[in-house]
């Protein structure tokens, strides 16, 4: 993987593909084998990223103990229609303007806005609950304890995920992993937010049962009924024990 400080703006368009990243994530992984003298290593994939972590599991297997997501994304558009249509139920003059985004990443981060507001990313803070920015707040300073990153990372990070956003929307929408993956061979955790309207929460189900598994795999389950599509934040404490618990038993 490369980061947005040290790559991303100076990566053309084709460089910033779904099957790149897949790439980058692969070398990554070797390079982690290598550094700590393990032939596997343990692999959690977070909303669109869920989707690398499924492609990953899928066409490297042998690579990892167990693979985990959080806020599976099962099918983009799909999920986009049905999270406009949860914001209208709450705010009846949101007006949407996709899908499909395309490369318009302002009309996209509006959408998420009016999300936020409804509950649909965020369980806790629909109707005011809590505000957007004490949020934003929250993840920056749990960003500055990392030692990998620092106030510079922040401050690039914004048009890094914008430029991103913009050149590689238009093939993340057309993602649908239900329709693409239906057999892994390795232990698969799925970490679901049960009000989760981001990558929404009704489409899991159908993936998780059509999943079959090769020798290796096995499959698992888990919601989180006080959460969207945050349980790492929302349900911190369960979030942390289930993966533990879930990848240390993954070695018996």
Not at 40 to 47: C, F, N, T
Not at 191 to 210: C, I, M, Q, S, W
Request: charged share 25%.
């Amino acid at each position: 993987g490369k980061s947005c400080r040290y790559h991303y703006f100076n990566s053309s368009d084709s460089d910033l593909s779904i099957r790149r990243h897949v790439e980058d994530a692969r070398h990554m992984t070797e390079y982690l084998r290598g550094r700590f003298r393990k032939n596997k290593i343990y692999l959690l994939g977070e909303s669109w990223g869920s989707y690398l972590a499924v492609l990953l599991a899928r066409d490297y297997p042998n690579l990892y103990h167990h693979v985990a997501v959080r806020g599976l994304a099962a099918d983009t558009m799909t999920s986009e229609i049905l999270s406009n249509d949860f914001i209208k139920q709450k705010f009846p003059e949101f007006i949407p303007k996709g899908p499909p985004y395309g490369n318009r990443a302002e009309d996209m981060r509006e959408q998420r806005s009016w999300l936020f507001r409804a509950g649909g990313s965020v369980h806790k803070c629909a109707n005011g609950g809590c505000s957007r920015m004490g949020m934003t707040l929250r993840v920056a300073r749990m960003i500055l304890t990392s030692p990998e990153m620092s106030w510079y990372d922040i401050w690039r990070y914004e048009g890094c995920y914008m430029k991103t956003l913009e050149r590689m929307w238009p093939e993340v929408e057309s993602l649908n992993i239900t329709a693409e993956v239906s057999f892994l061979d390795v232990p698969f955790l799925i970490l679901h937010g049960r009000h989760d309207h981001n990558t929404a929460a009704v489409l899991v189900k159908p993936f998780f049962e059509n999943l079959s598994l090769g020798p290796n795999g096995r499959k698992r389950l888990l919601w989180f009924q006080e959460s969207a599509h945050s349980p790492q934040i929302e349900e911190p404490e369960r979030f942390q024990e289930a993966l533990i618990q879930v990848f240390l038993g993954s070695k018996k």
